[in-house]
């Protein structure tokens, strides 16, 4: 959920526009940080069919918002790059994993799972620059993922089973923040692509739900029916708005801005699903906020210093 772009010099040291993009930014990752209220709402839809729907929706919103905001001809070009379509199918089946177990995971009572995933997904971030970027870690980096480990060796304790749900969560969104990153594609454009990429499948299951009428769209009431239409719209605008916002604000705020979302998360499973936290799983939830501590600071600190050192050097005439 983490933008790679900054604010434009322009808008960096305009108070107005700062404040407006954190505003943004905070409205972005607290609509998605409320998504498990949204997704229990659509039952008896199961998990798969409530995808396939996303999908569809999404799609047909994306188009619009495509032509709307006259980004079809960055679209065209995307189309005319063999490597870019590549790494937008990888994309496409990368973020159908996502979605597909954070529906499972919000409506079979593994919400506060579901937001240990996206607390994780800073840290397999970094592990996946070492892996496939062959990054170099500093030593506060090796102590956030050293932290994080523990976690999840003892939350698989706990759980009597690995976490996978929010394995598979942080896992999958690490890379297809990878995978876009490498294709350079923006927000819009691509998942418009993405979207339209996974439609032709999502059509298909829901083709075939309505025809051994086991489909829920049509058959629930009209307000079921457009709450599965709304879900074009649940994915399109906390998209723009996390787009309005990285325009504004520099990186480092969107960085501190994404711990909203899962955090939300966490106080929905504990205080409104009613999920248990043992407390051998408050042990791990807390090595893991004690990692991302680490990595937070690190990070600040590190930009710090490389500020510094660009002011020292002097400017050779």
Not at 59 to 82: F, N, S, W
Not at 213 to 241: I, Q, R, W, Y
Request: positive net charge.
């Amino acid at each position: 959920m983490v933008s790679d772009r900054q604010a434009p010099p322009s808008t960096q040291g305009d108070p107005t526009e700062l404040r407006r993009g954190f505003l943004l930014g905070l409205a972005a990752y607290g609509m998605w940080g409320a998504f498990p209220l949204y997704f229990p709402l659509l039952e008896p839809a199961g998990a798969v069919e409530l995808l396939a729907q996303r999908v569809l929706w999404s799609a047909a919103t994306m188009v619009l918002l495509l032509v709307g905001l006259r980004k079809v001809r960055p679209l065209r070009r995307i189309l005319r790059d063999r490597r870019r379509v590549g790494l937008l199918l990888v994309a496409a089946c990368v973020i159908a994993v996502n979605w597909g177990v954070f529906i499972w995971g919000t409506t079979n009572g593994r919400v506060i799972e579901v937001s240990l995933g996206y607390f994780v997904n800073p840290l397999v971030t970094v592990l996946i620059g070492v892996l496939v970027l062959r990054e170099r870690l500093r030593p506060l980096q090796w102590a956030a993922l050293a932290f994080a480990g523990v976690a999840v060796l003892l939350l698989t304790l706990d759980y009597g089973r690995p976490p996978w749900v929010s394995l598979a969560l942080a896992f999958s969104f690490g890379t297809y923040g990878l995978v876009r990153k490498l294709a350079g594609v923006g927000a819009i454009e691509g998942l418009t692509f993405e979207s339209l990429a996974l439609a032709p499948l999502a059509g298909a299951y829901v083709g075939w739900l309505a025809a051994t009428g086991a489909s829920t769209f049509g058959t629930e009431g009209p307000v079921h029916a457009l709450l599965l239409a709304s879900a074009g719209l649940v994915t399109a605008v906390p998209l723009l708005c996390f787009g309005a916002a990285a325009t504004r604000v520099p990186l480092v705020t969107i960085g501190l801005l994404q711990y909203v979302a899962p955090t939300l998360q966490f106080l929905l499973g504990l205080f409104v699903f009613g999920e248990d936290m043992p407390a051998e799983r408050w042990i791990g939830f807390s090595l893991v906020w004690l990692a991302l501590v680490l990595l937070t600071a690190e990070t600040l600190g590190h930009r710090r210093r490389t500020r510094r050192a660009a002011v020292a050097v002097p400017e050779v005439a």
